[in-house]
């Protein structure tokens, strides 16, 4: 597995903002999706495109442009629906598939919800966003469900990853080819006794859209 934490002033400032217990719900969202944005930039980097003849007011000349099939992106419910709009900003043609999953509070088992996804994936390059990778489950069950799919091409998009998230992942995932890719904002320093993510931001979904039982 391939990880990729940019080292950027920007993503950290707005990471700041975004981790601090005063900033309320409509500022997070904007936050989530101006730094997804930027992830986006490095997640991208090895998108697929083809050449395209064009001819500007002043001479023929060969662009690129997106190859089909178009990318797909699968945000994770219902904490990556706020990282969605930052992404397909960057990625207008881009096809959107959905999975919701939750984790149980006690166990820190994730189960799956929801699931709106084109059947066959392959040869689709992926792209998986949710905010928070803290054991990695429930990442580690959406990808392996896009692969049971066919998909091999798959980045998955953090805004906050723990160590032992990754580690999870690394693990799980030794034999696809091409390797997964992980884009994170931020490597944090390790999960707590709750499983939470420290220094972390709290229960990302819940800071989004607001607490649920
Ligand atoms: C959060 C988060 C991830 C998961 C991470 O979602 O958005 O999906 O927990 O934890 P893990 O790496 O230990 O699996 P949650 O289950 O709280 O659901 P929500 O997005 O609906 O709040
Ligand atoms: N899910 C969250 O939203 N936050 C954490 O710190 C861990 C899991």
């Known amino acids: 597995m391939r990880v990729i ?10 990471l700041t903002y975004l ?7 409509p500022t997070f969202r904007r936050l989530a999706e101006e730094l997804m ?6 997640a991208t980097r090895e998108v697929r495109v083809e050449p395209f003849e ?3 007011p002043v001479a023929p000349t060969t662009g690129i442009k997106l190859s089909n099939p178009k990318p797909l992106v699968v945000p994770i419910l219902r904490a990556g629906l706020g990282m969605l709009e930052g992404m397909v900003r960057l990625l207008p043609s881009a096809e959107v598939g959905f999975l919701g999953m939750h984790r149980d509070e006690e166990t820190l088992v994730a189960t799956t919800y929801a699931n709106r996804l084109p059947e066959d994936l392959t040869d689709r390059q992926v792209y998986v966003l949710d905010p928070m990778l803290a054991t990695g489950g429930s990442m580690v069950d959406a990808i392996r469900f896009l692969v049971q799919l066919g998909a091999r091409d798959i ?9 032992e998230g990754i580690e999870h992942m ?27 993510i420290v220094p972390g931001l709290g229960d990302a979904g819940d800071r989004l859209y607001g607490v649920v039982n």
Do not use: C, Q
Request: charged share 25%; aromatic share 4%; proline share 8%.
């Open 155 to 163: 980045t998955a998009v953090t805004l906050l990853a723990a160590p």
């Open 37 to 42: 944005t930027l992830l986006a930039y490095e």
């Open 170 to 196: 690394r693990e799980s995932f030794t034999d696809i080819d091409p390797p997964i890719t992980l884009v994170t904002g931020a490597i944090d320093e390790r999960l707590n006794e709750h499983g939470y």
């Open 19 to 25: 981790r601090d217990e005063r900033t309320d719900s």
């Open 54 to 56: 064009i001819r500007t």
């Open 5 to 14: 934490n940019p080292d950027h002033p920007l993503i950290a400032h707005k």
